[in-house]
């Protein structure tokens, strides 16, 4: 018998709010997180509005702002989201075996040293060609070494098992926008076969920088809607242009069951089932009739040993972009069937735009306060029908619901797909 999986600790920190509810809060009113973009320069780009984290530094999570410097953004936002959930567990306020105690996060890039990228450049082209050796001898002369050791993917993971001495298993992965809820799913299955009680698990991502503002710009993913843009992210709206670029970190905490019951942990929701496919068709397309997320969707029910008309509720990866809010949507109608119109859908990505690497954990969260609450967050921004787009996305407004099983998409850059469905813990 596999041994079940709950959610004892949660934390937050993305542009709606710095802990988990203050972000419901807002979520629920239907505010934005979205505004001008005011970590670089961007007015020269064609897209110039993100979804910022402001007024919050690593002093609020009671760290060194000295020690912390050289760290990147991603995981100051991964150490205070963290410090968050394992508060709130209280898992590590009793003896905890620490070989028994490990981390499994989707994290992307850290920071890069644009600065000296843009001086490394200008020595190379200094004789109007561009120049390698002159590149690597300014490079070797100017880069900070601990600034590239920072922005590794793994650097989050490793700084998090040294604060909370995790020395249990320990992984990154970075499979794009799914990449914080293939680390649950994966560190689900870690506690499942028995090789850990308690995972740290989450994402944590910041792309709102030139390099990453840049190379959405030219797969045409953002939306241009800069003057208005609060109203820019609109997943499922006719006139959607594009997502809006978030940033941020989530953490829940993940037990064995008997585990969290012995030692009378407070339970979110269960972790129920685990659905992961690759669509094996173009890189940065979906394909047309969306087999890689309706294969995931039918993994995570059948994971959960459940009927697709059970699911109340899904958050859906609801990007605001044509293609994949239609495919979504299709993906939907396939897996639900006649049970698809009576299943509320919403995209709380149209509030607080696209966390990559964060967004799915995030959104995880969401499920299972939804669970908790009985209250289903909006779509806000939905006013033009699409035809292609026709199930009930919560347009606008939050309403009442009650929800015992949700399902948390989650569909990334490369094809990766993973659907993660929750459920109401009842003993």
Partial sequence: MRRRVVVTGVGMINPMGHDVQTVWSGLQEGKSGVGYTTLFDASGFPTRISAE??????TDAGESAEQWKHRGRHTKFAAGAAKQAIADSGVLDQDLDPTRFGIYLGSGEGNQDFLAFSQMMAASLADGEYDADKFIRKGMEILNPALELEQEPNMPAAHLAGMFNAQG?????LTACAASSQAVGEATEIIRRGDADVMLSGGTHSMIHPFGVTGFNLLTALSERNDEPTKASRPFDATRDGFVLGEGSAMVVLEELEFARRRGATIYGEV???????DAYRITDIPPDGHGGIASMRM???DAKLNPEDIGYVNAHGTSTTVNDKVETL??????????????????????GHLIAAAGVTEMIVCLLTIRDSVL??????????????LDYVPNEARPGKVRYALNNSF????????????????
Wanted: include cysteine; hydrophobic fraction near 30%.
């Fill in 377 to 390: 967050p909006p779509t806000i921004n939905y006013h033009n029908p699409d035809p292609l787009c026709d």
């Fill in 272 to 278: 129920l089932g685990y659905g992961t496919t690759a």
């Fill in 331 to 352: 993906a939907c109608r396939t897996v639900f069937g006649e049970a698809a119109d009576k299943i509320p859908v919403s995209s709380t990505k149209s509030m607080m």
């Fill in 300 to 302: 995570s029910i059948a």
């Fill in 53 to 58: 984290v402001k007024n919050w530094d690593i």
């Fill in 412 to 427: 990334g850059f490369g094809g990766q797909n993973v659907t993660l469905c929750l459920g109401r813990f009842d003993g």
């Fill in 169 to 173: 298993p320990n992984y990154n992965c």
